[in-house]
């Protein structure tokens, strides 16, 4: 019965950032953000050279959860997972990391590799290890 709701479906098979922490359970209440980003072809070794270096000025207040990429389905698809406790936190972070000497700089040299970006918040299921 659900196969008749759905109107297309993709898939993607993920390998995770070797730099990024590997995603724990954490505590809840939590919001997530999921940031997507489709590079432009040829760009993800350069890519993660940036945000190797990048993630670090996003340690702080550990709400980095987990960077993937996409090996099988779309190609050059980049998946950054973020945990915030509420939409201000988020907006407080986010706007503490252009503080940091060299997170404009890191910024400004990956802009130019993403073709698309999207960004979603998700509240996770009472199942769900990530609170």
């Given at each position: 019965e659900r196969g008749n709701m759905l109107?297309?479906?993709?898939?993607?098979?993920?390998?995770?950032?070797?730099?990024?922490?590997?995603?724990?359970?954490?505590d809840g209440p939590n919001i997530y953000e999921l940031r997507s980003y489709q590079l432009r072809p040829g760009t993800m070794i350069?890519?993660?050279?940036?945000?190797?270096?990048?993630?670090r000025f996003r340690q702080d207040s550990n709400e980095a959860v987990g960077g993937f990429f996409?090996?099988?389905g779309q190609l050059y698809m980049v998946h950054h997972l973020w945990a915030y406790k509420?939409?201000?936190?988020?907006?407080?972070?986010?706007?503490?990391?252009?503080?940091?000497?060299?997170?404009?700089e890191l910024v400004y040299y990956t802009v130019p590799l993403i073709q698309e970006m999207e960004s979603?918040?998700?509240?996770p299921l009472k199942i769900s290890p990530l609170q």
């Open positions: 109107l297309s479906r993709k898939n993607q098979l993920l390998l995770e950032f070797s730099f990024w922490n590997e995603p724990v359970p954490r350069e890519w993660g050279n940036y945000w190797a270096r990048a993630i996409s090996q099988i509420d939409l201000q936190t988020r907006e407080d972070i986010r706007n503490a990391a252009w503080h940091k000497p060299g997170w404009d979603r918040i998700m509240i």
